[in-house]
């Protein structure tokens, strides 16, 4: 089967909104497609001698609650469509933990496995050079997503200080502490999601202790996920997994072991005491928590029936359909959805605009502090409008985010 287009599944879940919060046409209309985006070739001189052009794009969703916000993904299979989803998603994630922000996203379609280092500093540079006049402070602020890292940040900074003449630590965030990042950013997507499952256990009555959790993906998300779930909580991880495949044992894996499989193998599928799996497999295990923290399109209406967890947790973006979405909620599981659960680093990435802004570094416990309240506000606020109107978390996240959305741009006067 297919898997469904995710700008697609980003408008469908808007459509729904749309009819419970009973939005004009025209606005709606506003709302379903991207204020702006811009699509760039960018050549790189690669070791070998040869030019290569690689395919870019910005897309700025809204930014009626302020300038756009979002990350770049560096992938093999990136496309605008999936770009577009990922803006409409961070619009709704900004909204929805109060943030003073719209919605944006970037991508470049390219493979970082394969790039040296060298070639992928002159890519991040090119990226940089070819949209800064577009992005900035006050414009659109980029920040990390899929294969892009702090140092990717540290080039692009740099390579916009350069061309605005200015040291412009806050033209992007995710950076490195000691170019303007912030203490707790590199932790923080896992670390919110940990704060709404907490929440979430209280209101199903589930204790943690003990808890069994599969995690699909071991990328920065993930496998901060499995250390934070065994620290904060002593959460029994059973089943991790990455884009080789998974590994299970109901005793649990020992999360310390995992890291330094995955940092010397490059996969933590060769992780000694365990069942292999397929990824397929991790999304069915009978387990308490799932969490999914690697690509769109993950739960679709060919396995929901088959998820045997009580909680969700989506770190990833998308990665559930519509479709799975009914047969979740049908079926009872508590689903956190992914522009809550996930938005802790943006949260964070607002902290370090904050502190870039003011030139001055707040500790880790107040940047911990604040990423509390805000993603525990957040949480309630879903779960209150999800028992209001009798609807599932995710529909329930897009009424208080859309809501707040139309409200700004109703008072700006653009509709
Ligand atoms: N890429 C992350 C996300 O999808 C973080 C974005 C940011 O920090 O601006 O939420």
């Avoid at 560096?74 to 933990?97: G, N, Q, V, Y």
């Avoid at 959790?213 to 065994?230: C, E, T, W």
Wanted: glycine share 10%.
């Amino acid at each position: 089967m297919s898997k469904p287009n995710p700008f697609e599944v980003a408008q469908q879940q808007l459509e729904s909104c749309a009819k419970i919060l009973n939005l004009e046409p025209g606005v709606h209309d506003f709302l379903r497609h991207p204020m702006r985006e811009f699509h760039v070739s960018i050549p790189v001189h690669m070791d070998d001698g040869s030019i290569r052009i690689f395919q870019g794009y910005r897309v700025q969703y809204n930014d009626a609650l302020g300038p756009c916000k979002g990350g770049i993904r560096f992938h093999p299979e990136e496309t605008i469509d999936t770009i577009r989803a990922l803006a409409a998603w961070m619009t709704w994630k900004t909204s929805l933990l109060g943030l003073p922000l719209g919605g944006g996203k970037g991508g470049v379609i390219c493979n970082p496995k394969e790039l040296s280092g060298g070639e992928l500093e002159r890519l991040s540079r090119g990226y940089m050079s070819q949209i800064w006049q577009w992005v900035g402070p006050g414009k659109d602020v980029p920040a990390p997503d899929v294969y892009t890292t702090p140092q990717i940040m540290a080039w692009m900074m740099d390579e916009y200080s350069k061309l605005s003449g200015e040291n412009a630590f806050g033209c992007i965030t995710g950076k490195p502490i000691c170019v303007g990042g912030s203490c707790g950013r590199d932790d923080a997507t896992a670390r919110g999601g940990m704060y709404t499952l907490r929440e979430a256990s209280k209101v199903l009555g589930m204790n943690l202790k003990n808890a069994t959790v599969a995690i699909q993906g071991f990328g920065n998300a993930g496998s901060h996920a499995a250390r934070l779930g065994r620290d904060l909580f002593a959460c029994k991880i059973v089943a991790v997994s990455d884009s080789q495949g998974g590994i299970y044992s109901d005793q649990g894996l020992d999360v310390n072991s995992l890291f330094s499989v995955k940092a010397k193998t490059g996969t933590v599928i060769n992780y000694p005491n365990g069942r292999k799996i397929s990824n397929e497999e991790l999304l069915e295990l009978n387990v308490d928590i799932l969490i999914v923290s690697a690509l769109e399109n993950v739960i679709t209406e060919e396995n929901a029936d088959r998820i045997k967890a009580k909680i969700i947790l989506e770190l990833a973006n998308g990665p559930t359909t519509p479709k799975a979405d009914e047969i979740l909620f049908k079926n009872g599981v508590h689903v956190i959805p992914d522009f809550l659960c996930n938005a802790g680093g943006v949260t964070v990435s607002y902290f370090e605009m904050v502190q870039n802004i003011t030139r001055f570094c707040w500790s880790i416990e107040e940047v911990y502090q604040r990423l509390d309240e805000r993603m525990t506000q957040a949480y309630r606020s879903v779960l209150e409008a999800s028992k209001n109107y009798g609807i599932d978390m995710r529909q329930a996240a897009y009424t208080v985010a859309v809501a707040r959305v139309v409200e700004a741009m109703k008072l700006r006067g653009w509709v």
